[in-house]
């Protein structure tokens, strides 16, 4: 029963993703060219909701959908390791035209070259597993 619930909120996030043109490579573009604030606006609001249901979680102690409390642990503060997280994962943005959930969307819309980027992307994350060991955390 759960699965189906995930999927169907899967979908409605693909539709929602779909429509709203964040799986639009041109988009994306005018992003990283500051040509446009559709994409920061888009952003913002994610944002904003994160924010806000993260305080209402803790606020009224929401469990999860298995019954468990929700809890936030603290992460250990670190700016480095966030600014070069951050800069790999733009870049692969900006050269990929999508970040991961966009990349599903377009396969869903029927943009099969897609595919290309979420064969790398998922033989990069297994390297990354290969290597985590030995790089700094």
């Not at 990349?103 to 979420?118: E, F, N």
Request: include cysteine; aromatic fraction near 18%; charge should be positive.
């Amino acid at each position: 029963m759960r699965t189906g619930i995930y999927l169907v909120i899967g979908v409605i996030f693909g539709i929602t993703m779909f429509k709203s043109e964040a799986a639009s490579w041109f988009r994306i573009f005018e992003m990283f060219q500051f040509q446009s604030f559709h994409m920061y606006g888009i952003i913002g609001v994610a944002l904003s909701l994160g924010l806000l249901m993260t305080f209402v979680i803790k606020r009224f102690k929401i469990k999860s959908f298995y019954g468990k409390t929700l809890q936030f642990e603290a992460k250990e503060s670190g700016f480095k390791r966030y600014l070069i997280g951050g800069t790999l994962f733009g870049l692969g943005w900006a050269l990929a035209g999508a970040c991961p959930g966009p990349m599903y969307v377009l396969v869903g819309a029927g943009y099969w070259p897609i595919l290309v980027v979420i064969v790398s992307a998922i033989l990069g994350t297994y390297v990354y597993g290969l290597l985590k060991d030995k790089l700094p955390h």
